[in-house]
């Protein structure tokens, strides 16, 4: 909740979080580190929420980039029930990890803009399937300015 605030206030720009938020997000951040300690399935969420923490206090680009990067790595899937939102462990984060890096990091870190493309469809095909629309629609969005407007995001 509190990225998706930050990121509404930011709309596009980079703006940094009041110091309140800081402190806010870094006390989630504390639990969600605890909790991977025994929950593995959390190691997911903390490597992308310590590179949100870092894009919205200002930090150097270059470590949350490499943060985001281990949450765009994929991992095995685990066997769950088909159709069910949580068979794709993982999944939703790096989607969401796409989607902060082509927001909020320097171009320079950024693969080309062909890659960047296929990335976000990437990323939009699993928040279709994860249910998460404002994301995907988000997602389809960056697509459309990537591609200068001129083109319909693919659903």
């Not at 796409?98 to 950024?110: D, G, N, T």
Request: net charge positive; charged share 20%.
């Amino acid at each position: 909740m509190r990225t998706s605030l930050w990121q509404k206030q930011a709309s596009g720009e980079t703006i940094h979080a009041s110091k309140s938020v800081l402190t806010g997000f870094q006390r989630d951040l504390s639990s969600l580190r605890r909790l991977a300690l025994t929950f593995k399935p959390a190691q997911c969420k903390l490597f992308l929420h310590e590179a949100t923490v870092r894009l919205m206090a200002g930090a150097s680009p270059t470590r949350t980039h490499q943060l985001l990067q281990h949450s765009l790595q994929k991992r095995p899937p685990n066997i769950s029930k088909p159709g069910d939102m949580y068979s794709l462990p993982g999944q939703r984060e790096r989607a969401t990890a796409i989607l902060l890096a082509c927001r909020h990091l320097p171009l320079s870190f950024l693969s080309s803009p062909g890659q960047r493309a296929v990335m976000l469809a990437e990323a939009a095909r699993t928040l279709e399937k994860v249910g998460d629309r404002r994301s995907y629609h988000d997602c389809q969005q960056m697509m459309v300015k990537l591609s200068g407007g001129t083109a319909m995001a693919a659903s």
